[in-house]
């Protein structure tokens, strides 16, 4: 019987590459609608008015590693039988499951924000936050923090770089922003976005609604477009309520499973207390092979070996348009261009081996 990966991104694709690296032979099937995936960390370019993200050909890439790929999404999953059901309505059996179906924008976690902000962090709302921008909104806020602050900050350090006629606000979303990143790194935000004509306010949001974010001080922010980015809510809807937990994600232990014959990887995962998932790409990448050993583990009756390592650091390294900052526990390790140097190589080096077209 087939090991089965649920998923059509990242997560999903890494660990299918490294079971395939792993044991050529293991049955591997990738339950998937997607044939490629966006390289959504360059999404923050859009807005700013530049290009569409790189697409990486997950399908060709599965195909030359031999990996089978149903075009279909899970609906369910009987855990006792070992059976997911489709969409289509068909059923899949398995004898080992890795859920790699990511999270989406949380659009219900701050109260007004569904129908009063666009969620870039999912790319449909991106293109129209780079629209409204075109047809010449001149006020925008974004608001970032929760599960990632990176993306938000970067949005709007991206937009107040190269969009010099849209006055930008970037708010501190859930209020965390100087305990994550220290007084340092945010003095020196805080500078940063003064220089480029915007403004960085740390004041918790409580809601949104006419065209305002009401901050929990008291203050409005008013503004054409109010983007957030993002709380996150996993995408698990088809598993049993059992392994959900908060926000919709599922516990997995250090060896990234979630219950026998289930593994987890990516952003549908939360860490177990004591443990830190490096920022999400990296925790992918990091994690990938470590899942894919457990997996070929488990199919010979061993048990998982540890994955996450206790005590790993709360990193931070938002690229800040021709800056960026790296920022270890609080701490602002390093600024300028070196930080956006280092991780531009990596993204490329990684793009590179992906078959990534621009
Ligand atoms: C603007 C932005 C900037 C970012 N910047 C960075 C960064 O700088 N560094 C970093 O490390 N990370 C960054 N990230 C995060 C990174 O892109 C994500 O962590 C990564 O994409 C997660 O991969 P994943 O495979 O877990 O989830 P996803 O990429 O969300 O993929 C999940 C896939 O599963 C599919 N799926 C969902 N449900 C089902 C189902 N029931 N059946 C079948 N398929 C299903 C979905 O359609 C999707 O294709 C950024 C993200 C955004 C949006």
Redesign the pocket.
Known sequence: MSVVI?????????VALALGAADRDIPLRV????TS????????HLPAGKRKPPMIPSARLLARAGVEVTA????SADLGRRVIT??SGAELPYQQLVV?????SDRDRVPGSRAGALF????AD?AELATRIDQGATEVAIVFGWE?P??GL??AAWIAAHRREVRVAAIDGDGTLERRAGLKATAWLRQLFESRGARLLEGRVESIGDGQVSLANGESVPAEVIAI??PLRG????LPTELRGPNNRIAVDAAMAVAPGIFA?????SAPDGYRL???????QGTSRGVAANVVRARRGELPLPVLKPGMPDMM???LAGTAMLVRDGRLVIRGRLPLLL?SLGERRYLRSRDATY
């Open positions: 649920v998923g059509g991104g990242f997560g999903a694709l890494e339950v998937a609608t997607e995936v966006l390289y959504r960390p360059w999404l923050i279909d999404r899970a609906a489709l969409e790699a179906t990511g999270a989406v870039p962090c999912d790319e991106a990632r990176g993306p970067e949005y980015a993002t995408c698990t809807d088809w990887i990516g952003d549908v995962v490096p920022p999400a790409l990296r925790s992918i390294g938002p690229d991780r």
